[in-house]
Each structure stands twice: as structure tokens, then as C-alpha cells.
């Protein structure tokens, strides 16, 4: 049974805290933070500038106390989903048909996915064993889905270019396979799937094709228009049945933001709940949240509004010529810019440098920059925004020394982060770190100091 001191318990305080003073310590903690807004964060945080943020926190606070749960009530924000969604159809080639719900990120709009297909599949064929293909690379809130939905995750492995292996696909669908996913790009490497070659095993089985495009769905359509070479990836591919695409990461909104589309209105009700007996009135929820802050969806609207067809590819061009200094200077390290990716979001190796990655991380984290290890293979990730334009050089510059510094200490190696990431990276079992993965996150409960694993 896992211990928690006393001393680390917080009552609720007898009498209220003036105002201003929580606001202040509250300032002050938020220092402790990574420093997104100069650029030190390569996920997590997506800021185009401070005047778009101002306005979507304005747009936020207009609606701050509204309920998108019931859109009788809210007029205004029913109008703002319905628009949302059917703006996101139009650039993801949904045809007449194409319908979809906005959802509080990508996770959600995954959970929906994977529901909808189950369902149908139930209904339909009465597949109570349903199984889905995944990709090694796909986001985890498919296994997490699995988990919750009762959907067994069947995982494929990579070809050498990073993309999923069809002759694996091909081989592991079987008369319990309900969907079948790829990514648009995959989040490790910024590598797009073979959709059209998925969908196409797909439809000749008569199963499900999702694409997770939750980080390219509000960029790959823009990249496209300018020219970049983009594999179709959305509903003009034939057997694609359903989309997510994230507002909240390459659409600039604000955080809660994603949508989930189906190729039509029919599918779509397999995402929906109902229930018509229920003493507090008749019940209905388009996805999984009861509750759904009103903010969120006026500012997506809001974002999507004031940036239009011409903001987003002035945007995406920006960080596809800040990207491309990056990958440049990487490269002209000897670190390595693994396989073919197709936006803003890559990842590098130690290349010929052949310093030990985990160390670079932990030196660059020394300097402040605030890195994402991934391990199978060892890299290091980045995902662009606008922040980070002002900072190529003195990322690069920081680099150099870095790598410089892990070729002459090898021995860095059996310390700090480099240590534990290099041990997930070579560990047989997987399953042996789970232990430490569940200590991580009790101890993100342990209130007043901080404890071991979040020390910085
Ligand atoms: C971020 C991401 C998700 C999950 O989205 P959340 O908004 O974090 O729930 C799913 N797939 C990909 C490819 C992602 O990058």
C-alpha cells in the first residue's frame, strides 16, 4: 500500500485568502514552469503570437460561464460547433455528406472513433470480439480506447521509411477486425501512414478506416495549397471513414478544442448517447464529456474566423522555413533527422556525432530547453511553432556545445535523465518499468514539496 505522510496533507483553509495574494503566489508559482513563450518547449504549448491569444482569452471569457451541454440554451455556441465542424469538413474533403462533433482534444475525438466503429460493427455484423490495427506509432489514446471500449489493440510494426507495414496490415485483419488506423503525420516522427493504401485493405474487407490527423488536420490542407508535397490523406481518399483533427495544436485555438468526423450522418449516430427515461429529462451528449466548457468552442470558432484560408498558410509557411533552419542545422551536426516528415514535427538521432542522445537532452535541459526523449529508436523530438522563429540560432548554437560535451563524457550517461531513458530504451520486457510509470504518477498527487520525480 502506498504511503503518503500527514505532513502532506492540505485541509481546505478556515478562512478565505485575500484575492490578490492568491493571484500573486499564483504568479509566482507559474514561474517554476517551462518557459513556453520564449520558445523553450517543443510540444504542449502552441502560441502563434500574443495579440491571437489575447483574443481568443477575450472570446474565452465572453463565454466563460456557458454550457455547450445543452445547445438550446446557448444558441450562440451551438452555431459556433455546428460552423466549426463544417468548416473542418470542407478542408478535410468531406464531401455533402460528412458530418462530425467538436470534442475537448484529440483523445476524445479518438474515443469517439473507436466507439462509433465499435458499435456499428456490433450492430451490423455483431462483432463482439471487435480488433483494431494500429500502427507502432500511434498516439496512445487508441491502446487507451482499446482499454476502455473493450476493443482489442493489434499492433504492426514499421517499414524503413517509418510508415506501418501493409503486409503486416494485410496479414492481421481477420473476420473480428472492425477499424483499421494510420496517421497524418504520426506524432514520433512527423511521418505520414500510407493512408490510401490502408483504406484501400479496408474497403476490401468492409471495415473501418480512421485517420488520425489530430496534429496535420489544421496544417497538411495549408502546406498542400503551398505546394508541399502532401499524400492525400483525408476523406478524397475512398474507404476513409472517419477523421480527428486537434483545433487546440496546429489550429491555434484554445485548449479543449478538437473535432471527430464521419464520412456521414448515419455513422455518426454510433458516436452519440441518448437516453429518454431519465427522471432529470430527456438526455442527450454528443461524446463522452457530460458538462463542455462553451470557451473552448467560441474560441475555435473565433480562431478559425480571424485567421481564415490566408492567415493559416502565412502561418504554416512560417514554421515550415523555421523547421527547415532547424532541420539544416541539425543535420550540419551530424545528428540525423529521422526518415521523411511532412511538417513541422520531426524528430533526430545522434548520427554519426554517435554521442549518447539521452545525454544531449539532459545538457540541452541544462540550458534551459525544455526536451522530449523518445525511445525505439533514441531521439530527440520537436514539434515548430511561431515561437520558436526567434530562437533557431541560439537553439543551434546550444547544440553545438551540447553534442560537443556528450562526446568528451560518455560516463554522463549513467546520470540524470540519460540514465533512466537509457534503460527504457534497452529494457527486454517492457512491462518491468510499469511499476515506476504508476509511482510517477502517484507522485504527481504528493502536495506541498516537490517530490523526486518532478525535482527540476
Ligand atoms: C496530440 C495527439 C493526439 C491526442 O490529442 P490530445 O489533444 O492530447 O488528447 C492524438 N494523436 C496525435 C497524432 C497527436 O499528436
Known amino acids: 500500500m502506498t504511503q503518503i505522510s500527514d505532513k502532506n496533507k492540505i485541509a481546505l483553509p478556515r478562512s478565505s485568502m485575500p484575492k490578490n ?3 500573486q503566489k499564483m504568479e509566482e ?4 514552469g517551462a518557459h513556453w513563450h520564449e520558445g523553450r518547449t517543443f510540444s504542449l504549448v502552441y502560441h502563434y503570437n500574443d495579440e491571437h491569444t489575447e483574443f481568443l482569452k477575450k472570446i474565452y471569457e465572453l463565454h466563460f460561464h456557458e454550457n455547450g451541454l445543452n445547445p438550446g440554451a446557448f444558441p450562440a455556441i451551438r452555431k459556433y460547433e455546428a460552423e466549426v465542424v463544417s468548416m473542418a469538413c470542407q478542408l478535410l474533403g468531406a ?3 460528412g458530418a462530425g462533433t467538436m470534442t475537448s482534444g484529440g483523445t476524445e475525438s479518438i474515443m469517439m472513433a473507436v466507439k462509433a466503429a465499435r458499435d456499428y460493427f456490433f450492430d451490423k ?3 463482439t470480439q471487435p480488433e483494431m490495427i494500429l500502427p507502432i506509432t500511434i498516439h496512445p489514446a487508441f491502446s487507451k480506447a482499446a482499454h476502455y471500449f473493450g476493443v482489442k489493440p493489434v499492433y504492426i510494426s514499421l517499414d524503413s521509411d517509418y510508415r506501418v507495414d501493409l503486409n503486416q496490415v494485410k496479414a492481421a485483419v481477420n473476420t473480428n477486425t472492425i477499424l483499421i488506423v494510420g496517421s497524418a503525420p504520426q506524432y514520433p516522427h512527423g511521418v505520414m501512414d500510407p493512408i490510401s493504401e490502408l483504406a484501400k485493405i479496408a474497403k476490401d474487407h468492409g471495415i473501418a478506416m480512421h485517420v488520425d490527423a489530430c496534429v496535420g488536420g489544421f496544417a497538411l490542407p495549408f502546406l498542400k495549397k503551398l505546394g508541399y508535397d502532401i499524400p492525400p490523406f483525408d476523406f478524397s481518399v475512398d474507404g476513409v471513414w472517419s477523421i480527428s483533427a486537434d483545433l487546440h495544436k496546429y489550429g491555434f485555438a484554445s485548449k479543449g478544442a478538437s473535432v471527430i468526423l464521419h464520412k456521414d450522418a448515419d455513422y455518426r449516430r454510433y458516436q452519440f448517447y441518448i437516453r429518454s427515461d431519465w427522471p432529470g429529462g430527456l438526455f442527450v451528449s454528443p461524446s463522452f464529456t457530460g458538462t463542455r466548457p462553451a470557451g473552448s468552442i467560441a474560441a475555435a470558432w473565433g480562431a478559425l474566423m480571424a485567421m481564415g484560408e490566408e492567415g493559416y498558410l502565412k502561418l504554416h509557411q512560417e514554421i515550415m522555413d523555421t523547421s527547415k533552419k532547424f532541420q539544416k542545422g541539425i543535420e550540419s551536426l551530424g545528428l540525423k533527422i529521422i526518415a521523411r516528415p511532412v511538417m513541422g514535427v520531426f524528430a533526430y538521432q545522434a548520427g554519426s556525432t554517435e554521442a549518447n542522445i539521452y545525454v544531449i537532452a539532459d545538457l540541452l535541459e541544462k540550458k534551459g530547453w525544455h526536451v522530449d526523449r523518445q525511445i525505439h529508436p533514441e531521439c530527440i523530438h520537436l ?3 511561431p515561437a520558436h522563429t526567434p530562437v533557431v540560432d541560439a537553439y543551434l548554437k546550444d547544440l553545438k556545445e551540447v553534442v560537443d560535451d556528450a562526446k568528451a ?6 546520470g540524470g535523465m540519460a540514465a533512466m531513458y537509457g534503460m527504457a530504451a534497452k529494457i527486454p520486457d517492457p512491462t518491468m518499468i510499469d511499476q515506476f ?8 498527487y504528493i502536495t506541498g514539496d516537490q517530490p523526486m520525480f518532478f525535482k527540476v
Open 21 to 23: 495574494e492568491i493571484y
Open 29 to 32: 508559482l507559474q514561474k517554476l
Open 95 to 97: 464531401g455533402a455528406q
Open 125 to 127: 455484423k455483431k462483432i
Open 383 to 385: 514539434m515548430i511553432t
Open 409 to 414: 563524457h560518455p560516463e554522463l550517461a549513467e
Open 437 to 444: 510509470l504508476y509511482q510517477y504518477m502517484e507522485d504527481r
